[in-house]
């Protein structure tokens, strides 16, 4: 069974903060680690799809980093807005179709 | 469509009864998922479409729980004799083949099962 841990759980910050959470996942058969966003009624939205150790990607003021070797990866918000509130999920790719998901960290941003 | 298209959006369904969930892909997706989530718990993979054939079944509960697809494109998961425990967020997702695409995701059914 597929091991795709996400922490913390739950996070509260001050609008402005930075943060950034963790996921870790098994560190072979890797083919690519994904991160979604997934408000409220809402579907999840794909953030960033990394496939190489040492990757790094940004969206605006939403960023990741990528260790294949560890087996982890970072999301790091800057100057959390209330919009960001939500859950983000990363997903595992160990095959070339299948992804396992994490339980996902709930942000939520206060004003 | 524009984008993953699921219906119905809820069902609130007895005990016993059968259940139809269906999922319009974005047209080219050759690949097609379905995932549930339970209260509580994360996303969980049900069963793989490439194509119109299931490569992966393997997330499926038990054998109450079908799916097909037809023409590569909608796909309709079925649930039959539901029981309490099949309540959850049922999600649809497509992609182009393989994982190192983004997977693009329905607004989901939300099932309850009195």
Redesign the interface.
């Known amino acids: 069974i597929l091991n795709v841990e996400q922490s913390p759980q739950s996070l509260h910050v001050q609008e402005g903060d930075s943060t950034n959470f963790t996921c870790s996942f098994p560190s072979s058969n890797f083919y690519a680690l994904h991160w979604y966003r997934w408000e409220t009624a809402k579907s999840p939205e794909a953030l960033f799809v990394m496939t190489l150790n040492g990757d790094e990607k940004k969206k605006g003021r939403i960023s990741a980093t990528l260790n294949t070797k560890e087996g982890y990866s970072y999301l790091y918000i800057k100057g959390s807005q209330p919009e960001d509130s939500a859950t983000y999920l990363c997903a595992f790719g160990g095959s070339n179709y299948k992804l396992t998901f994490g339980k996902g960290t709930l942000l939520t941003v206060n004003p | 469509g524009a984008?993953?298209s699921q219906s119905p959006s809820n069902k609130v369904t007895e005990k016993g009864k059968d259940v139809e969930l269906r999922c319009d892909p974005i047209s080219g997706h050759t690949?097609l998922?379905w995932?549930r989530q339970s209260l509580g718990?994360?996303?969980?993979?049900l069963i793989?479409f490439?194509g119109n054939s299931a490569?992966?079944k393997s997330g499926l509960p038990s054998d109450r729980f079908s799916a097909e697809r037809t023409g590569g494109s909608v796909s309709t998961l079925t649930i039959q004799r539901t029981q309490q425990e099949d309540s959850a967020v049922y999600?649809c997702?497509s992609s182009l083949?393989?994982?190192?695409?983004?997977?693009?995701?329905?607004?989901?059914t939300r099932l309850s099962i009195l």
């Open positions: 984008g993953v690949a998922y995932y718990q994360g996303l969980e993979f793989y490439q490569p992966d999600l997702a083949l393989n994982s190192n695409q983004p997977q693009h995701f329905g607004d989901g």
